[in-house]
C-alpha cells in the first residue's frame, strides 16, 4: 500500500545581488485551500539544503510551508557564487530574498513565519529576524554561532591581517568574510529581538560552546534553551529526533504551528 505525503515538494529558485539561488519548498497539500505558516531553514557553513531538508519535511509534515535552499557559496550546488566571496551578510541578503519572495506564495500565511538555523545559519536566521522583527514570528536555532565577530577578532588581533584567502574551520574562505564579520555582535543584535526563541544545544559541543547559547538565553526576553547532553556539533539518531520534536512542539506553542 503506497501511503500518500501530506505535502508536495518542488524545486524553487531565487535572486539575491544578482545571483541565482536554488532549493526546495515543501508544501503541505491543504495550504491549496487555507494559506499555511512559513518555515524558512538555513543550513550550516559548508552545507546545503540537503543537510536541512529532513527538518523542513518534518515542518511540512506540522502543516508548515516549509524551504530549504544554499547559500550563494556556502558549500552547495543548487546556488550560484564562490566560497571565497561568501559572508554571513551575504547570507543574510540570501535569507532575506528568500523570505520576501515566499512570503508573497499564495500558499503562505505571511503572518505566521518562523526561521530556523543551525551553526553559522543560525547565526544568520538570528540576524535576519532581529532585523526585521515584525516579519518574523518566532526563531529555532540550533547550536548557533553567534560570537561570529569575536571568534574573528581573536583568531587574527587586526582585520589588516586577515589574508586574501584563509582556512576556517576546514573551509576555504575570503577576505569578505572578516570584513563583513570582523564587527558583528550576532548575538547583542538578537537580544533585540522581543518575541519567541528556542535554543537547542548539544552540552560536548567543542565548535560552537554551549556557553554561547547559555548566555545568549539570558539576554533575551523570552527563550527557551534546550540543552542535549553528550550531544556535540550536530545531532544524529535519537538526539535529532529529541531536537526535531522540541522544535516542533516550539512552534506550535507559539502559534506558528498548529497544536495537535
Do not use: K
Request: proline share 5%; with cysteine.
Amino acid at each position: 500500500m503506497t501511503t500518500t505525503q501530506p505535502y508536495l515538494s518542488r524545486q524553487v529558485t531565487f535572486t539575491a545581488q544578482g545571483q541565482r539561488i536554488g532549493g526546495l519548498a515543501y508544501v503541505p497539500r491543504v495550504a491549496s485551500s487555507a494559506p499555511a505558516p512559513l518555515v524558512i531553514c538555513c543550513h550550516g557553513m559548508e552545507g546545503s539544503h540537503t543537510r536541512v531538508a529532513p527538518m523542513a519535511r518534518r515542518f511540512a509534515v506540522a502543516g508548515a510551508v516549509a524551504v530549504c535552499f544554499d547559500f550563494r557559496g556556502g558549500g552547495g550546488s543548487a546556488s550560484q557564487g564562490e566560497t571565497t566571496a561568501m559572508s554571513a551578510l551575504t547570507e543574510l541578503a540570501d535569507l532575506e530574498a528568500v523570505l520576501t519572495a515566499a512570503c508573497a506564495w499564495p500558499e503562505v500565511d505571511a503572518s505566521r513565519v518562523a526561521l530556523f538555523g543551525l551553526s553559522l545559519g543560525g547565526a544568520v536566521a538570528a540576524l535576519a529576524a532581529a532585523r526585521h522583527p515584525q516579519r518574523i514570528t518566532a526563531l529555532a536555532l540550533w547550536y548557533p554561532a553567534l560570537r561570529l565577530g569575536e571568534n574573528l577578532r581573536a583568531a587574527f588581533r587586526t582585520l589588516a591581517a586577515v589574508p586574501e584567502e584563509f582556512d576556517w574551520a576546514g573551509t576555504r574562505l575570503g577576505r569578505a568574510y572578516a570584513v563583513d564579520g570582523w564587527n558583528l555582535e550576532v548575538g547583542a543584535e538578537l537580544a533585540s529581538y522581543r518575541r519567541p526563541v528556542l535554543i537547542v544545544h548539544g552540552d560536548q559541543d567543542r565548535s560552537v560552546p554551549i556557553e554561547v547559547s547559555r548566555a545568549a538565553a539570558r539576554t533575551l526576553p523570552d527563550a527557551e534553551l534546550v540543552t542535549i547532553p553528550g550531544a556535540a556539533h550536530g545531532f544524529g539518531d535519537a538526539n535529532w529526533e529529541e531536537a526535531i520534536r522540541r522544535t516542533t512542539d516550539f512552534l506550535a506553542w507559539n502559534g506558528v504551528l498548529e497544536e495537535d
